[in-house]
């Protein structure tokens, strides 16, 4: 074992993309153990988390950050093609892994999903919806902000345990002391706004809460 790795489950990052900064200090502020790889070393990175200098495509030096014993992997790369070479060795090194990725185009997303990534996030895709809803509703942005960019709340994901289980969206956002803000199932969310979803044991609800860490 590299003797430079955390002794407990790590979130692992691969690459070197613009928004990696922001990334990072939002993951600083979770506290949990982190290692990166890029090929240089990503501003404000922190002195706690572990660095590794070189390219995430490197399938070596990936085999060296033993991904198989990391609780998630994030794919950050400023080229796709990155992404897509970077995610098939993922794959071949830790099947199970739980991998996010950003790209920049909704096929490439798509691409990644077929390979085994469990979640993509198009970053076309975000900002061209984002501003197109903002046109209709100029607070629609703001909305989103406050959603992701607080450190008074989190968003979570909870699995619906057997109380809940035949209770419709509804009932579960009457009886929650949080903000419920959907369910995901199959990797879709539905937001129970065209209807009013059962749900079914493996749901699981997207929450707004209050943060521990809130100040």
Do not use: W
């Amino acid at each position: 074992m590299d003797s430079s790795l955390p002794t407990v489950p790590y979130t692992l990052v691969l690459g070197s993309h613009a928004v990696l900064p922001r990334v990072i200090d939002e993951l600083s502020r979770a506290g949990d153990p982190v290692v990166v790889v890029a090929p240089t070393r990503p501003q404000g990175l922190p002195n706690e988390f572990d660095y590794f200098a070189g390219e995430p495509t490197d399938e070596a030096l990936l085999r060296r950050c033993q991904p198989a014993r990391a609780c998630r992997a994030l794919i950050a790369c400023e080229s796709d093609a990155d992404t897509l070479v970077i995610a098939v060795a993922i794959h071949s090194l830790a099947p199970a892994l739980e991998v996010y990725a950003l790209t920049q185009s909704a096929s490439v997303a798509r691409a990644l999903t077929e390979l085994g990534v469990t979640h993509t996030l198009s970053s076309d895709e975000l900002v061209g919806h984002t501003l197109a809803k903002s046109l209709e509703t100029p607070q629609a942005g703001d909305v989103l902000l406050q959603l992701i960019n607080t450190p008074s709340y989190r968003l979570v994901e909870t699995a619906v345990d057997a109380g809940m289980v035949s209770q419709r969206l509804s009932q579960a956002r009457s009886r929650s002391g949080a903000l419920v803000l959907g369910v995901c199932r199959g990797g879709t969310v539905d937001l129970g706004v065209g209807g009013d979803p059962v749900l079914s044991p493996g749901d699981s609800l997207i929450v707004l809460e209050r943060s521990e860490r809130a100040s």
